[in-house]
C-alpha cells in the first residue's frame, strides 16, 4: 500500500509540474525570446560582375562589384525606448574603389538608422530613424514569417514595395521561404557628370543628371521561425536622366548581384540556434507536455483510490437442531 501511495503521488506531482510548464513556455516563455536582437552586429555581402560608370574616366566599364552592408545595433538607444535600433552603412565599390581604405571615396555610400517594434517588426520613427516607414519588414521579416505577400522596405528607393512569397528553397540542409519583390524606375537623386555622359557636347563643367534606380527582381531567403535574412540576390539598374526628361540618357550601374558563400553560411549559422529554440517553443512540444501531465495526474488519481472492500456472508460451522437449543 506504501508503494502504491508514493507512485500515486509522484504521478500526481510530475503530471501538475507539466500542465503548469506546457502553457508556461507557451505563452511566457516563447513572447519573451521570439525579439529582434539590441546588440545585432553583422556584415553582409554581395558580389556580381556588370557595368558602372567610372567617374574617373566618365566613361562606361565593365567589372565586378562588391556592396558591402554593415549592420550594427545601438543598444543603449535601444534599451531606453524598449526598440531595436539598427544603423546601416552600404558601400558599394568598384575594382578601383575597392581598395580605397576611406569608405567616403567609394562608388557609393549611405547610412541610415532603422528602430522597428522588437516582436512585430514594424518600424518607429523615434531616435532618429529614416528607414523602414510603413514596411513590414526590411534587413529581417516579421517571426512567423509566412507564404504571403509583406511590404518591404528597398534601402536604394527608399519606400517599401510588395514581396511576393514565391517558393521554398534549400540552403546548408535548411528550409527558407523565397519572396520576390520588383521596385520600378524610381527618382533618387541627382549625380554631377561631364555633358558627354549624358550625350551633350563635352564642355568644361560636369551637369546634373537624375540618377534613376530600378530593381527587377530582388530574391530575400528568409528563416520562417525567426525572420532572418540567409542571403538573396538581386538586380540593381541606375540610370540617368536629364532634368524633367523621360528618356534614359546613360546608365550608370547594371549589375546583378548575389549573397557571397561566406555571408550565407555565416547567416545560416548565426540563427540556428534560435531557430531551433522556436520550434521547440511553437511546435507541439507544450500542448504534448500538457497532454502528458493531464495523463499523469489522471493516474495518480486511480492509485489513490482505495480498494473496495467487499462485504461476505458469516459462515456457520455446525448447524443447530431444528427446534431446540443445543445441550
Known sequence: MHGRRTAAFLALGLGAFLIVLGPLLRWYVLPSVQ????????????????????????????????????TLGDAGAGRTVGKAVWDISTRVDTPRTSKLADARQAFSLSVHRWVFDRHTNRSNSCCGGDTGAGADGYLKYPFNAGH?????????AGRAYRADFTGIRTLYGRS???????????????M??????????????PVTAEEWYSNPEAVNLID??????????SHQIITLRLP??????????????????????ALVDAYKAKHDGLALLTGPVPYVLLGVGA???????????????VERAPVTTGALPVGGAAR
Open 35 to 70: 525579439l529582434a536582437a539590441y546588440d545585432q552586429d553583422f556584415t553582409d555581402v554581395s558580389t556580381g560582375t556588370g557595368y558602372y560608370l567610372d567617374q574617373s574616366t566618365g566613361r562606361l566599364a565593365w567589372g565586378q562589384i562588391t556592396v558591402a552592408r554593415h
Open 148 to 156: 504571403r505577400s509583406y511590404l518591404v522596405w528597398d534601402g536604394t
Open 176 to 190: 527558407f521561404n523565397q519572396y520576390t519583390m520588383r521596385v520600378p524606375a524610381t527618382r533618387i537623386g541627382t
Open 192 to 205: 554631377r557628370v561631364p555633358p558627354s555622359v549624358v550625350g551633350l557636347k563635352p564642355g568644361a563643367d
Open 224 to 233: 520562417p521561425l525567426t525572420g532572418a535574412p540567409a542571403g538573396g540576390s
Open 244 to 265: 524633367g526628361s523621360t528618356r534614359t540618357a546613360a546608365t550608370a550601374l547594371d549589375v546583378e548581384l548575389r549573397s557571397t558563400p561566406g555571408t550565407e553560411k
Open 295 to 309: 495523463v499523469g495526474v489522471a493516474v495518480g488519481g486511480v492509485l489513490l483510490r482505495r480498494p473496495r472492500t
